[in-house]
C-alpha cells in the first residue's frame, strides 16, 4: 500500500512538472540533463531523449564565451544556487533571452543529488525594453532639439524685429 502512495504521488509530480509552462531542466551534479519537461523542449526545440544524459554546455550558447560562463553558473547553482539573465541559441538557431533560476536539490543526508534549473523565455518583453528605452532616447532628442530650435529662434526674432524697424525708418 506504501508503495502504491508513492507511486502516485510520483505520478501527480511528474504531471505537475509537465503541466508547468516554465522551462523545467533537472540536472545530476556534473550538470548532465537528466530530465527536462515539455516546456523546455518547446522552448528549446531539443526533444527530452536528445539532451538527456549529455552536459547542459553542450547546448549551443548564444556566444562563444558562454560556455564558460555557463560552467561558472553550474558551479554557483550546486552551491547555494544561481539566478539571472542568459543568452541561449535553439536547436533551429533561434536566439533567446532567459530568466533563469537554478538550486541545489539535496538528497536526506545534505548532499548534492542534483540542480534544478526553471526558466523563462523573457526575448519579446527584452525587446520591448529596448524599444522603449529608444523611444525615450528619441523623445529626449527631439524636446533637445526644440529647445535649441527655441533658443536659436529667440534672438532671430529680435533681429528681424530690428530689421524691419530699420527698413522702416528709410
Same mark, same amino acid.
Given at each position: =500500500?506504501?508503495?502504491?502512495?508513492?507511486?502516485? !504521488?510520483?505520478?501527480?509530480?511528474?504531471?505537475?512538472?509537465?503541466?508547468?509552462?516554465? *522551462?523545467?531542466? %533537472?540536472?545530476?551534479?556534473?550538470?548532465? =540533463?537528466? &530530465?527536462? +519537461? &515539455?516546456?523546455? @523542449?518547446?522552448?528549446?526545440?531539443?526533444?527530452?531523449?536528445?539532451?538527456?544524459?549529455?552536459?547542459?554546455?553542450?547546448?549551443?550558447?548564444?556566444? /562563444?564565451?558562454?560556455?564558460? @560562463?555557463?560552467?561558472?553558473?553550474?558551479?554557483? *547553482?550546486?552551491?547555494?544556487?544561481?539566478?539571472?539573465?542568459?543568452?541561449?541559441?535553439?536547436? !533551429?538557431?533561434?536566439?533567446?533571452? &532567459?530568466?533563469?533560476?537554478?538550486?541545489?536539490?539535496?538528497?536526506?543526508? #545534505?548532499? =548534492?543529488?542534483?540542480?534544478?534549473? =526553471?526558466?523563462?523565455?523573457?526575448?519579446?518583453?527584452?525587446?520591448? @525594453?529596448?524599444?522603449?528605452?529608444?523611444?525615450?532616447?528619441?523623445?529626449?532628442?527631439?524636446?533637445?532639439?526644440? #529647445?535649441?530650435?527655441?533658443?536659436? +529662434?529667440? /534672438?532671430?526674432?529680435?533681429?528681424?524685429? %530690428?530689421?524691419?524697424?530699420?527698413? *522702416? @525708418?528709410?
Amino acid at each position: =500500500v506504501e508503495n502504491s502512495l508513492l507511486f502516485q !504521488d510520483v505520478r501527480r509530480l511528474a504531471l505537475a512538472l509537465e503541466s508547468i509552462s516554465d *522551462a523545467v531542466v %533537472f540536472l545530476d551534479p556534473i550538470g548532465h =540533463v537528466r &530530465l527536462i +519537461n &515539455l516546456a523546455a @523542449e518547446e522552448m528549446s526545440g531539443y526533444t527530452a531523449a536528445e539532451v538527456r544524459g549529455k552536459p547542459l554546455t553542450l547546448i549551443p550558447p548564444a556566444n /562563444p564565451g558562454s560556455r564558460t @560562463e555557463a560552467r561558472e553558473i553550474l558551479r554557483q *547553482a550546486s552551491q547555494a544556487g544561481w539566478r539571472g539573465e542568459v543568452r541561449a541559441v535553439t536547436k !533551429d538557431g533561434e536566439e533567446l533571452t &532567459l530568466s533563469l533560476t537554478m538550486a541545489p536539490v539535496r538528497g536526506h543526508q #545534505g548532499s =548534492v543529488i542534483g540542480i534544478i534549473g =526553471v526558466a523563462q523565455d523573457i526575448t519579446e518583453r527584452k525587446r520591448m @525594453e529596448e524599444h522603449m528605452q529608444e523611444t525615450g532616447r528619441l523623445i529626449s532628442l527631439g524636446e533637445m532639439a526644440a #529647445g535649441v530650435a527655441h533658443e536659436i +529662434n529667440n /534672438p532671430l526674432t529680435v533681429v528681424a524685429g %530690428f530689421s524691419q524697424l530699420l527698413m *522702416a @525708418e528709410d
